[in-house]
């Protein structure tokens, strides 16, 4: 079913999805929309701080790449997105947010690397996969997403990608010669609710109350403590 109306995120839509992101390597937190630069999820290959088990009083901690999703969508406006070939406007309510989780994994499992176009020797090769990287990413994510979402089912095109799939083709079997996609199974973190934690989850009630009531109050304390002093010793070094 497809209706106009926004979704939000549950608790248990949460603790799925972190589960399923950890299949990927990655872990999971929460923002809005407006917070992520009016995108509906991101995923970040930076490290950033995971806490081990939020559930333990002693916090301990690891870094790695993560992926934020927004706890909110309005379905008229993300089936009205513009794609460079996927048309989101075929997607049932249900399917939304699994589509942009499985989105977001297909950034992190089956992307042609940002870094790469600059090992290119020749220059006219090289600009030209500098300027289609990223349009070409969010491609493969749209497929990667699709396959997981209605696998064995066609791609349906929007208008511009009918436009575009010989440009499209042209442009994947380009960076696949000089920049070829290194495929490698991620490796998974420990499955568990209240495992491989993001801190930015302990720093409100509201995201807590996402992960579980076995989050150690120990725990929070200890995260929210160390964000403050980080604040006040970086304000600090300003001067």
């Not at 996927?86 to 049932?92: A, F, K, N, R, Y």
């Not at 990608?161 to 442009?171: N, T």
């Amino acid at each position: 079913m497809k209706t106009d109306t926004t979704l939000r995120l549950t608790r248990t839509q949460y603790r799925a999805f972190a589960e399923q992101a950890k299949q990927a390597g990655c872990s999971l937190s929460l923002s809005t929309f407006r917070a992520l630069g009016n995108c509906w999820g991101i995923f970040d290959p930076r490290a950033r701080l995971v806490c081990l088990d939020v559930s333990a009083d002693e916090l301990a901690f690891t870094e790695g790449c993560g992926i934020q999703l927004s706890t909110s969508v309005e379905t008229a406006r993300l089936r009205g997105n513009q794609r460079p070939e996927i048309d989101w406007s075929v997607l049932e309510d249900h399917e939304i947010y699994p589509f942009i989780v499985a989105h977001e994994i297909g950034h992190r499992v089956d992307n042609f690397c940002y870094w790469a176009p600059a090992r290119i020797e020749d220059s006219q090769v090289r600009t030209r996969c500098e300027r289609t990287i990223r349009s070409i990413n969010e491609v493969l994510a749209d497929r990667y997403a699709w396959s997981q979402i209605r696998p064995g089912e066609p791609v349906p095109l929007c208008e511009l990608g009918k436009s575009l799939q010989e440009e499209v083709a042209a442009d994947i079997a380009l960076m696949d010669e000089h920049m070829p996609r290194v495929r490698r199974e991620p490796r998974k973190l420990p499955v568990g609710q209240y495992l491989h934690i993001p801190e930015v989850m302990l720093m409100t009630d509201s995201m807590v109350s996402f992960i579980g009531t076995r989050v150690s109050a120990s725990a929070v304390v200890h995260a929210r403590s160390r964000a403050r002093n980080y604040r006040r010793d970086s304000r600090s070094r300003a001067y």
